[in-house]
C-alpha cells in the first residue's frame, strides 16, 4: 500500500508541470491596429477567440488592452496598472463605460456590449479613455477600418 501511495505521488510530482503550463495563445490573424487570437480552454479544449487591440508607451510607462471576446460576446479592458474605469465611444455616438472593474480588468456585456460591436463595425475611430493610478493619458485613439475584417476571423475562427 505505501509503495503504491509513494509511487503515486512520484507521478503526480513529474506530471503537475504538464498541468499547470498556461495555454498558449494561437495567433489567427492581425490586420492595422487589430489581431485575432484565441486560446483553448484547458479542461475541454474548447476555442476562446478575441479581436483586440494593444497601445504602449514608454514615457509614461504603461500598456493598455481592449478585446472583444466572440465566446461570450463582451468587451474587457486591462492594464499594465490596474484599472478603475474605462470609457469609450465610436465616432461621436454615446460613450460607454466599464465600469464593472475586478482586479484591475473593466468589462462590458449584455446589450450596451452589442450596441457598441454594432458601432465598431461600422464605425472609424474609436477613442478610449481608461482610469487608473498613475494615471494613463487620454483619450487614446485607434482606427477601425479593420475591425470589421478582424471580428470576421475571429468569427471564422475553429470552436
Request: charged share 20%; with cysteine; aromatic share 10%.
Amino acid at each position: 500500500m505505501f509503495r503504491l501511495l509513494a509511487s503515486l505521488l512520484l507521478v503526480l510530482a513529474f506530471s503537475w508541470p504538464a498541468f499547470a503550463q498556461p495555454t498558449p495563445n494561437i495567433h489567427i490573424a492581425s490586420k492595422g491596429p487589430w489581431s485575432v487570437d484565441c486560446s483553448a480552454e484547458p479542461q475541454t479544449g474548447e476555442k476562446w477567440c478575441e479581436v483586440s487591440t494593444t497601445f504602449k508607451s514608454d514615457k509614461p510607462p504603461y500598456a493598455v488592452e481592449f478585446h472583444y471576446v466572440r465566446d461570450s460576446r463582451m468587451f474587457f479592458a486591462r492594464g499594465s496598472v490596474p484599472l478603475s474605469g474605462a470609457r469609450v465611444q465610436v465616432d461621436s455616438h454615446a460613450a460607454y463605460v466599464f465600469d464593472r472593474c475586478l482586479a484591475g480588468m473593466c468589462l462590458l456585456k449584455g446589450p450596451p456590449a452589442e450596441r457598441l460591436l454594432a458601432e465598431l463595425r461600422s464605425g472609424t475611430r474609436l477613442q478610449l479613455q481608461f482610469e487608473a493610478r498613475p494615471q494613463i493619458p487620454g483619450p487614446l485613439a485607434v482606427e477601425l477600418a479593420d475591425f470589421d475584417a478582424m471580428y470576421r476571423a475571429t468569427l471564422a475562427a475553429p470552436k
